[in-house]
């Protein structure tokens, strides 16, 4: 009884914990927001009935009260420069991005980790050494930085200009470099590959010098499962702690591949002074980028008994 | 050179590589500001100006290949369609208009920049028609604007791999007294003094978000890893809340809001880089605290403050607060060139190197590749340069603390 109680006790208390600070992000979004010089009406020219039909007439804590109740029911109100439901178009733009952040985040799974193994194990290797020092240098550009380079290679190299969609007679790389290409720059740049690279190698590395390791390899058994288990446990961790970095490089890989999506959405409303749009958009990141680390502190805590 | 031998093990090469490119933007902020004054004859802004070293380079980033297949592979998009109308025949007289400006180089006028102090303006104003991107390219193989400096190389492309030819172009460096070592881009601004100019801008506004950073984070990182306690949680919190904003988007929101003025951006990225700083300091006090030397501290009746200020602070956490300048100064300059990429950072006055290349980004894919390849190289080394050196620092910090 006393162990479900305090499990259940846990739970209550990280739920609390997700809806205050959710609560608090949307009143950072929203004050930061009400900074603005002059009224919202008045910037983007609306007819007083509009304006009271959006609430902007209310006293502010009001308006908060009531954006924020309307936020956690997924209703924006309308965007300010075309008049769509915030949440249409959000449903709209959404899929360009999710593919990216799932595309980049595989790939820089399957080339992180093999790296992270053989940097781990092979520490004094010429090789490996350079590589490594390559892998961070890499990683550590700007996102546009590394896309130039990476498109001025290719368009030298094998004669396509990946930034044009494909025709019927195209070359079969240049469908591959269309489609993948976003991913393999999002996955590499802004530190995420080196970042990946570095906290599992870090994790390998400790690992390989625990004793029931070293007990595993005296018995000759096969050695995959007992890495799996504290490795995996670190690379969720990692993973989650990446993710707002990575929704933060969308914003200039598309604005570089000519997606439309999330990121290309926030740009545009920021150029457009598109209030509601940029609110919405910004609430529903932190709430997704909230779920995530929720998930990962319950998976933790049911993989992993010794961090409770 | 007795210096540098002093210093050794793990990441000397990162620490000096690092150093060296510290004091090398340092010189570079200090100069800028006092070359970007032009004479008349110094521009040309009719004309690109090659630099005069690169031939070499040359043939590695342009293939003439390259260029010719440009519009050749491309489908019936906006962009494409324009390059298959117009770019393509381009191409194909380029030969026989090298030939005419050859002819009638010596009749055309020296053509005078009309007025030096437009061109002398921002790069945002230049930016590239997003449905036009090869008009950089048509306007100055037109045969109305032949270009008179450019002929010489224009034809020694065709025989570019002749290592005499880049042989003689490398004794021309010697010889001929050039004013533009980097080159300069379309409007006959010099490169090498852009890129001088924009190492303030990418430097001070990074002192600034260290600043912020570490003052916000150490003192409540140091004071809860301490504690710990209500305090610690409540920080915690908000650290955490902090940390689930993404970056990007937390100082889009704030330049919507207001104007986008560079040094408020710059003290918003400090806020959210301080959570950061924050976790690093609280888990290493929480792990000084209960050492010998600190309860020995405590038992001989010092004060909180000397404690955590000399004994916490000063004697154990020097090391960490230069290794997360180094580290900070990294991601800031990387913040800052991203977002004058994205035209919300550097203003008119002030040149950026991610403006730079915004300003002519289609170059990449031109012959006229040396207007950014010198712009990413700058952020490149300087990026790498601060990186290394938190890198190089940490890894001699480890070492020690190993032994």
Same mark, same amino acid.
């Given at each position: 009884m006393k162990v479900a109680n305090e499990v259940l006790a846990f739970y209550t208390k990280k739920v609390l914990i997700f809806a205050i600070s959710m609560f608090f992000a949307a009143g950072l979004i929203f004050f930061v927001i009400s900074? !603005? =010089?002059?009224n919202i009406a008045d910037i983007h020219g609306l007819s007083p009935t509009t304006a009271a039909s959006l609430h902007l007439d209310k006293n502010i804590f009001s308006r908060f009260l009531l954006w924020t109740y309307n936020a956690f029911t997924l209703n924006f109100g /309308?965007?300010?420069?075309?008049? !769509?439901q915030v949440t249409e178009l959000i449903f709209d733009y959404a899929p360009t991005t999710i593919q990216l952040a799932i595309g980049s985040l595989v790939f820089s799974l399957l080339l992180s980790v093999p790296l992270a193994i053989v940097f781990a194990l092979y520490p004094h290797n010429k090789w490996a050494r350079l590589s490594s020092t390559l892998v961070y240098a890499l990683s550590s550009l700007p996102v546009f930085v590394v896309a130039f380079i990476i498109l001025a290679l290719i368009f030298n190299l094998?004669?396509?200009? /990946?930034?044009d969609p494909p025709t019927e007679?195209? =070359?079969?790389w240049h469908i591959l470099f269309y489609q993948f290409l976003p991913m393999i720059v999002l996955g590499v740049g802004n530190g995420t590959l080196g970042e990946f690279v570095r906290l599992l190698q870090l994790e390998i590395e400790n690992t390989n010098q625990a004793l029931y390791i070293k007990s595993a390899r005296a018995r000759g058994a096969f050695l995959f499962p007992h890495f799996f288990r504290p490795v995996l446990l670190s690379f969720i961790t990692i993973l989650v702690s990446r993710f707002a970095i990575l929704l933060g490089g969308v914003i200039v890989v598309e604005r570089i591949f000519n997606r439309r999506g999330l990121g290309w959405l926030t740009w545009e409303s920021t150029l457009n002074r598109d209030f509601f749009v940029l609110m919405g958009v910004a609430f529903l990141t932190v709430l997704v980028i909230r779920i995530f680390i929720l998930a990962q502190e319950i998976i933790i805590y049911q993989l992993d008994p010794r961090r409770r | 050179m007795s210096y540098l031998k002093k #210093?050794? %093990?793990?990441?000397k090469k990162r620490i000096l590589f690092g150093f060296s490119v510290v004091i090398l933007l340092i010189f570079s902020a200090w100069i800028g500001p006092h070359l970007t004054s032009y004479k008349v004859d110094y521009m040309d802004s009719a004309h690109i100006m090659e630099p005069p070293s690169l031939p070499f380079f040359r043939s590695f980033l342009v293939t003439q290949k390259g260029l010719q297949n440009l %519009?050749?592979?491309? %489908?019936?998009g906006p962009v494409s369609s324009h390059t298959q109308s117009s770019h393509s025949p381009v191409r194909s007289t380029k030969s026989t208009q090298v030939k005419q400006s050859n002819e009638y180089s010596n009749e055309l006028p020296e053509q005078l920049p009309n007025n030096p102090s437009t061109s002398s303006s #921002?790069?945002? +104003? &230049?930016?590239? &028609?997003e449905d036009d991107p090869y008009a950089f390219l048509e306007s100055h193989s037109s045969p109305t604007a032949a270009p008179t400096k450019q002929t010489s190389t224009s034809a020694s492309a065709d025989s570019q791999t002749s290592i005499l030819n880049s042989f003689l172009a490398w004794t021309k460096f010697f010889q001929v007294s050039h004013k533009h070592y980097f080159g300069t881009d379309k409007d006959g601004r010099d490169i090498l003094v852009l890129l001088l100019a924009g190492a303030k801008t990418c430097l001070i506004p990074g002192l600034l978000v260290c600043f912020i950073a570490l003052i916000i984070g150490v003192p409540l990182g140091i004071w809860s890893g301490y504690t710990g306690g209500k305090f610690a949680e409540v920080c915690n919190f908000f650290a955490s809340t902090l940390l689930s904003f993404p970056q990007m988007i937390l100082i889009l929101i704030f330049i919507c809001a207001l104007e986008p003025n560079l040094y408020l951006i710059m003290g918003v990225l400090g806020l959210t880089i301080s959570p950061r700083v924050f976790g690093v300091f609280k888990n290493k006090t929480e792990l000084l605290k209960n050492t010998g030397f600190i309860l020995a501290a405590h038992e001989a009746g010092l004060s909180k403050f000397r404690i955590l200020f000399l004994? #916490?602070?000063?004697y154990q956490c020097r090391t960490l607060l230069v290794i997360q300048f180094s580290l900070i100064m990294a991601e800031s300059i990387l913040v800052e060139t991203t977002l004058s990429y994205l035209q919300f950072g550097t203003k008119p006055p002030d040149v950026s190197w991610g403006s730079i290349i915004e300003g002519s980004r289609m170059a990449f894919f031109? +012959?006229?590749?040396w207007i950014t390849f010198f712009p990413s190289l700058a952020i490149t080394l300087s990026i790498l340069g601060f990186y290394y050196l938190g890198d190089g620092l940490n890894a001699r910090q480890r070492a020690r603390e190993n032994n």
């Open positions: 900074l !603005t =010089p002059g /309308p965007s300010l420069a075309n008049g !769509t094998l004669h396509i200009y /990946p930034l007679n195209a =070359p079969f | #210093i050794r %093990g793990p990441g %519009g050749k592979n491309s %489908g019936q #921002i790069n945002s +104003e &230049n930016t590239l &028609n004994h #916490i602070f000063w031109s +012959e006229y590749y």
